[in-house]
Structures are given as structure tokens and as C-alpha cells.
């Protein structure tokens, strides 16, 4: 089922692609806009670290289509002292954040406003409430408000999720053993709000809420991010992304968040 849902993914990526190529008029097609962002910071001397964090975002809108496309990464690794055997110490790097999440999503316009969408995402985070997780869903969007300074859309509808909790530690009898739990699957409600606001010439701040609320797990993740223009190509901004799973094993924090101050190059 794994396989399936990444295909599913993958073909729903291939789509956005297809519909440009497939449509010969400049004016009905919309070119692609998007950006790519990139944070690093790396410390040496006491403290040894290397913190990554990079995104690619790619969108199309014209009369007939609504499509999107998006891969974001996430590593971190810290120097730590280990200590052997024979009382001495060495100095390891430990990877302590390890994540990276795609999707896409196909939107066909029934009117200016309302479309027809579907949609596909995957996640892998080795230090997060599931190790892994893939969803596909269909349903119906809606173009709330889009003037020169403001958007607001909103898309709504079922889809299937399937995810596999991470592996945790749990007590029995005062001694600590590994415990893992079986792959779930499960319907989900997929929920998605897109805003986005110009607050003068050269600033814009957006959020991006997503829910895929099912019976076994709720998972909600908000982004936030203020973008200030240096030039036309190279912007700074800075994003609060929040992450909330409503059922998690023992031992593993139900909420996740990630404060970044990243260059953008406007593709």
C-alpha cells in the first residue's frame, strides 16, 4: 500500500507538469511561479553543529487550472562526548533532526472561484510521531478572495491516509523495552487554507493551515512566514512552522515546532 500511495503522489506531480505542457495557449496557461528557500547555520569550538533547512515551492494559476508542488527538507546534527569503556571520551556527531516531506496537488476550475482538486503528500521524519506517512484525497476548492493585495482559498474533502507510528521505549516491570506498533490506515477529512497578505511594497506575510483529521489520529500543521524583498530575485524571511498529531506512543511529544530565518531566490 506504501508503494501505492507514493505513486499515486508521484503521478499527481507528473499531472501539473502535463497540463502546461499539454496546453498550447500562452494566454490560458499560466506560467509556473514559485521560490526556493534555504537556511544553514553551522558552530564550532565548545559546540560543534550543522542545522539545515531548505524548501522548494512551485505554483500555477490561470482560467482553467489551480496546480501546486512543493519539497521541503530538515537535518540537524550536534558533536556530543561518548564515553568508552576504559573511562576516556570521543566526540561523535549525532544526527538529532532528519525530515523531508513532498506533495502536489491538481486543480480543475469549474468557475473563477470554485475547482475540483486532487491531492497527494509524503513525509519521512525519523525523530517525529511517525516515521513515515502518505496520504491521497480529492475534493472541492474555493477562491475565497484574490485582489493585489490579498488571497484567501480553501479546499475541503476525504482522502486516505496511511502512516507507521514511530518506535518508542515503554516500562514493564521497572525495565525499559523497545516498542513499536503496526502500520495504520485509516479515511481522513484533508482540510487546506492558503492566506496571503502584501503589507507594503516589499513585505508579504503568508500562512499555510493544513488538517487530515481522521478517527485513529488528527494531524494539524500550520506555516507561517513574513517575506522582505531585497530585489526582484532575492527576498529574507522568517517562519514559524507548527506540527500537532492528537495520538502518539508513550514517549513521544504530541507537538513539533521549527522557528526559521531563511534567504528565498524567487524562481
Not at 67 to 88: C, E, H, I, M
Not at 216 to 235: E, I, N, P, R
Amino acid at each position: 500500500m506504501k508503494k501505492t500511495l507514493l505513486a499515486s503522489l508521484l503521478l499527481s506531480s507528473l499531472a501539473c507538469f502535463a497540463v502546461q505542457a499539454q496546453t498550447t495557449s500562452t494566454q490560458s496557461n499560466g506560467d509556473w511561479t514559485g521560490s526556493g528557500e534555504l537556511g544553514f547555520a553551522s558552530t564550532t569550538g565548545n559546540t560543534r553543529s550543522q542545522n539545515l533547512d531548505a524548501k522548494l515551492g512551485l505554483n500555477q494559476e490561470n482560467a482553467q487550472w489551480k496546480n501546486s508542488f512543493f519539497l521541503d527538507a530538515l537535518r540537524s546534527k550536534t558533536q556530543v562526548k561518548v564515553q568508552q569503556p576504559n573511562g576516556t571520551y570521543t566526540k561523535k556527531y549525532d544526527t538529532t533532526a532528519n525530515r523531508y516531506d513532498g506533495g502536489a496537488s491538481v486543480g480543475y476550475k469549474l468557475d473563477p472561484r470554485s475547482y475540483i482538486v486532487g491531492a497527494g503528500r509524503y513525509e519521512h521524519d525519523d525523530f517525529g510521531a511517525n516515521t513515515w506517512s502518505a496520504i491521497v484525497s480529492i475534493g472541492y476548492g474555493y477562491i475565497a478572495l484574490k485582489t493585489q493585495s490579498t488571497e484567501l482559498s480553501f479546499e475541503i474533502g476525504p482522502g486516505f491516509k496511511e502512516y507507521q507510528p514511530a518506535d518508542t521505549t515503554i516500562t514493564v516491570n521497572g525495565v525499559s523495552q523497545p516498542y513499536s506498533q503496526n502500520r495504520q490506515k485509516e479515511a481522513v477529512a484533508r482540510g487546506l487554507v492558503n492566506y496571503k497578505y502584501r503589507l507594503t511594497a516589499n513585505t508579504t506575510f503568508d500562512n499555510t493551515f493544513l488538517m487530515e483529521a481522521g478517527s485513529k489520529d488528527k494531524y494539524f500543521q500550520d506555516d507561517a512566514g513574513l517575506v522582505v524583498s531585497m530585489t526582484k530575485k532575492l527576498s529574507l524571511k522568517v517562519g514559524y512552522e507548527v506540527r500537532h498529531h492528537s495520538t502518539v506512543l508513550p514517549g513521544v511529544k504530541k507537538t513539533d515546532t521549527l522557528a526559521t530565518t531563511n534567504i528565498v531566490y524567487n524562481l
